[in-house]
């Protein structure tokens, strides 16, 4: 099984559809601003699209037995590194167990499976009810039809099983084990087919749209209705893919999907598990981190469902609490969990990035961080990065009784040019949340010294305090412009290149016509043509 697995891989290599994305596109033959798209890539399902399609397809205890590898992160996003990083040896083992562990798990539903066939078996070795139930259950799970040849080699296999066995199911089990190998199952395929108008781009197909469309928006496989809408060409056409795109949002998958990507955009991965001093911070529990990490998905969720503009989250009052985290604020707890509140404005909160979620994660063990912090909102909320410090450079600050505050122990270290040329912008953002301890708790003063939270960087302006900041944010153009980016990023899994800049623009004026909703903005995008192209091999 891994040697055919191995084969069919490198197959897929030698058409290009491992490409990486590259920012050198080729001319095209239209005059003015023209969307060249990155060129194709294959792109490894993330573990829990892997979990989510196994279950849609086989049911809840295939889905508990499904173990795929763990994800990657690259360039913010583990979409990035499941279109980048290649597969290895421990990688094919890896989902060769998961393989035959859901199929082993699905057997013991063979109810459902019978429902992936038109047919009755007539007899152990039945290749007709072998063949239907490759030609349907494969549909769903390579999310594309399957060839007359693809079938057959299929049913060869599921009669091996079958006969070694004297079992017509121990075929199937099988057979089902091989199709949730192959790269037709473990990877979004979009290669696109010749655009007859232009040699630069290809049109991604039907299928692929709604692979990548089913993917972003409801986190798992196309369903039978999404799959037909390709097969009908619905898809083929700007106004259908919105169409689909408004339903996918209205079906109750979505919320989880979009949980997925603020929770990547804002790092929020992990907060259970931080190590914080037990010492300083006897509060801190892993059953803590997790209310932190769902107050800050809620506040998202809240802004989402009021289609107020997505900046919102930069300075929203409101909040969500249970009784821990209600107790960590210093607040009452409310009568029922995670019921809306209001935040005291002595605590000079304002939206997600001063959530304890935020505050914790963007710390050290024993203390804040405001490179951390600083950086969070540099790389996410503004596109920009900063390089890693030169060899040599010494990062201890000075001790606490020298400079009491934080900010007045990073202005010492800023003293060195080669230190400051870096820290100037993102400890100036960072310094704003030295409010909050590392646990998100508010303060008002560090080792008795007051703590001065106002800022000023050239890219978005100043402001005094997390509040301004969060309305200073909100205004940019620069954030708005990186939340789309973000999204693209994500949705994509590459970062942007510099053909596919015409189409952010023309997204970014769309979306500012329609008040910054994030939920018009994911049908602006999967109907646009930067979603639905790909640019042409070189």
């Given amino acids: 099984m891994s040697g055919w697995f191995g084969v069919a891989l490198v ?4 058409v290009g559809a491992c490409a990486r994305p590259t920012d050198k596109n ?3 033959t239209q005059s003015g601003p023209v969307t060249v798209p990155a060129e194709p890539a294959l792109r490894r399902l993330l573990a829990r699209q892997y979990r989510r399609s196994v279950g849609a397809l086989l049911g809840p205890a295939a889905e508990a037995a499904a173990n795929p590898p763990s994800d990657t992160q690259l360039n913010g996003f583990t979409s990035i590194a499941a279109s980048q990083l290649s597969m290895n040896d421990s990688l094919v083992a890896a989902y060769e167990g998961s393989a035959r562990k859901i199929a082993s798990a699905a057997m013991l539903d063979t109810q459902r499976l019978e429902g992936w066939m038109k047919c009755k078996p ?5 290749a007709n009810c072998f063949g239907s139930f490759i030609e349907r259950f494969g549909r769903h799970a390579w999310r594309r039809p399957v060839s007359t040849q693809e079938r057959d080699d299929y049913v060869a296999l599921a009669q091996q099983g079958a006969i ?5 199911f121990a075929g199937v089990k099988l057979a089902l084990s091989a199709l949730l190998q192959s790269p037709n199952f473990l990877y979004q395929v979009e290669l696109g087919q010749p655009n007859p108008s232009r040699a ?11 692979t990548r469309m089913s993917f972003l928006l409801v986190g798992r496989t196309p369903d039978a209705a999404l799959l037909d809408a390709a097969a009908t060409g619905e898809l083929d056409a700007e106004v259908g893919v919105r169409n689909w795109a408004t339903k996918l949002l209205d079906a109750p998958d979505s919320a989880q999907a979009i949980r997925d990507f603020f929770s990547e955009l804002l790092v929020l991965g992990e907060i259970p598990a931080l190590a914080k001093d037990p010492n300083l911070f006897p ?17 998202v969720e ?30 009452a707890a409310p009568a029922k969990a995670w019921s809306p509140t209001t935040l005291p404005l002595s605590q000079e909160r304002s939206g997600i990035l001063t959530s304890a979620a935020v505050m914790t994660r963007q710390s050290h063990a024993t203390s804040t961080s405001a490179t951390y912090r600083g950086l969070l909102v540099m790389e996410r909320f503004l596109c920009t990065t900063m390089p890693p410090p030169p060899p040599g450079v010494v990062t201890t600050l000075p001790p606490s009784s020298t400079a009491p505050t934080l900010r007045e122990r990073l202005h010492v270290h800023q003293a060195e040019p080669s230190c400051r040329a870096c820290h100037f912008m993102a400890d100036g953002i960072g310094l704003t949340f030295e409010k909050f301890d590392a646990i998100g708790r508010f303060r008002a003063t560090e080792n008795d010294a007051k703590i001065d939270t106002h800022g000023e960087v050239d890219l978005i302006g100043s402001w005094d305090g997390p509040r301004e900041l969060g309305q200073v944010l909100a205004a940019s153009t620069a954030v708005k412009t990186c939340m789309l980016q973000q999204l693209h990023r994500y949705a994509s899994g590459h970062i942007e290149v510099d053909g596919e800049w015409p189409a952010i623009n023309e997204l970014l004026k769309q979306w500012s016509s329609e008040g910054h909703s994030f939920r018009r903005l994911l049908v602006d995008l999967v109907s646009h043509e930067l979603f639905r192209r790909v640019g042409s091999p070189k």
């Fill in 11 to 14: 197959a897929c290599s030698i």
């Fill in 26 to 28: 080729r001319p095209s």
């Fill in 122 to 126: 007539a007899s152990v070795s039945d």
């Fill in 164 to 168: 070694a066995e004297k079992n017509f």
């Fill in 200 to 210: 630069d781009v290809r049109d991604l197909t039907g299928y692929e749209v709604a």
């Fill in 283 to 299: 509060e801190f529990s892993p059953a803590l981190g997790e209310s932190m990490t769902e107050e800050a998905l809620r506040i």
């Fill in 302 to 331: 809240d802004v989402i469902r009021r289609d107020a503009p997505i900046t919102e989250i930069l300075t929203t009052s409101q909040t969500f609490l249970d009784a821990p985290l209600a107790g960590l604020y210093g607040v």
